[in-house]
């Protein structure tokens, strides 16, 4: 039989990485579907870059960056006395940089899309930007919303290149479901590895029925 | 755009390796640094090239029951070459080529080692760095010699674990972790010279590394250059290698 200690874990980092992310990603893109600037132009690749780069180079710099060998990894020490690899809020961390574009994305799209109208009818009503932006913009890319929380989700539950560098496979803190397939396939224990697959791909599979079955009439959900 | 797939594919074939002689060796972790001198001592009257892979011993021999294309594989210890063997992948059986040393090792300022192993129940570790002991021998002599010590339970909080030797040996080296258990060969590998401090454990208190080799059935594509690297990691001169850089040699 396997343990279920990675399996939650994954859950949690999975959620947690994913409300972070809700949070953030709001106001970040809110203010890329505005006017274009130079800044905007410059910030909003930085948070496509987790996308394209290979995770290890996320991982090495994260490693570099908490490290006490530097000035930055150990004042991070001294003042937060907490040691970032190796933990859970280092793959938390760790977790939101690499998802990051997965939320904006269809976010910022999903605004795009929306008739200036729209927000032009509300300020004339008397309602302010954040009202406007809860009340009028928001309710009206619920698919979007939709597919920036769940494409977080899955995509945080496949992470493994950056856990397999900073987690240090710790049971009940950094070993996901993930890293204990690798460790269960080198281990030469194929059967373990399998019930965990099995369930990860279950899971995988639900979430993006879900997905396609609320989003399926609307076509307007792009990701970029 | 059809002339721009013919560059393309003509680009694609040319990027052929040309065919040569050529070994690949998959080699256990702590073996990394070692297996260097021995190719260079090795090439000075035989110009085969030589190809190396490392990675944990466990990790290699799954890859290669995989079929990975690989000619001698050189491991941290038997158990993994006898299940090849078994299997009908060998075609020597397994050899024990030299022993191994386990060595605790901390390069942070203000940690000292110690044989009687005390200073990982100290405050001021809280990073305990050992190799996967369900893939690599070092981290299974490392749990071993724990338990043996009656340390395990106080100390396995502490304990993060490294994918192979070489992973736990860079969170220490780093000092991402406070101290740490690895091979002697990689604290004496000049790459690794003056950083921190080590203790070598004694080798009565952990089940020995017997590390052995096998040459693999892949190797009949080139079996007579193979052989000879095979039969030069059993020779003298090989065995004065192993000295140095920190094994015991049968």
Known sequence: MIELAPLWLTL??????????????????????????????????????????????????????????????????????????????????ASVVYSLPFMVHPIRSGLSSLPPSLKEASYSLGKTKWQTLLKVLLPNIKPSLLTGLVLTFAHTIGEFGVVLMIGGNIPGKTRTASIAIYDEVQALHYGQANVYAVILLVISFAILLILYAFNGKTRQVKFY | ????????????????????????????????????????????????????????????????????????????????????????????????????????????PGIEPGKDLQVLLGDNVQRIAIANPATAPYGHAAVSLLKKYALYDQVKP??????????????????????GFTAKAVVMAAEMKGKGK????????????????????????????????????YSEEAKAIYKQSGYLVP
């Open chain 2, 158 to 179: 502490k304990l993060v674990t490294g994918e192979s030797i070489t992973q736990a040996s860079q969170f220490i080296a780093t000092q991402h972790a406070d101290i």
């Open chain 2, 198 to 233: 080590w203790v070598e454990l004694d080798v009565n208190d952990y089940p020995a590394i017997e590390q052995a080799a096998a040459l693999l059935t892949y190797a009949r594509h080139n079996e007579a250059a193979a052989r000879k690297f095979y039969h030069f990691l």
């Open chain 2, 1 to 108: 755009m059809t002339r721009l797939l013919g560059i393309f594919l003509i680009g694609l074939l040319s990027c052929q390796p040309p065919r040569q002689e050529q070994l690949t060796l998959a080699v256990a972790a702590n073996m990394q640094y070692t297996i260097q001198s021995l190719i260079r001592a090795f090439n000075k009257t035989d110009s085969t090239k030589i190809a190396v892979i490392s990675g944990a011993s466990g990790n290699l021999t799954q890859q290669i029951l995989n079929g990975a294309p690989f000619d001698i594989f050189i491991s941290a210890e038997k158990v993994y070459p006898r299940e090849l063997a078994r299997q009908g992948l060998t075609l020597t059986p397994p050899q024990v080529y030299a022993r191994g040393q386990l060595v605790l090792w901390s390069a942070r």
């Open chain 1, 12 to 93: 949690q980092l999975a959620l947690s990485t994913t409300l972070i992310l809700f949070v953030v990603a709001i106001p970040l893109a809110t203010w890329f579907s505005g006017r274009k600037t130079l800044l905007k132009v410059i910030i909003e690749s930085v948070v496509t870059l987790p996308l394209v780069l290979p995770p290890t180079v996320i991982g090495f710099y994260l490693l570099m960056a908490f490290s006490p060998n530097n000035a930055f990894g150990r004042w991070l020490e001294r003042w937060t006395d907490m040691r970032l690899v190796f933990s859970f809020g280092g793959l938390l961390i």
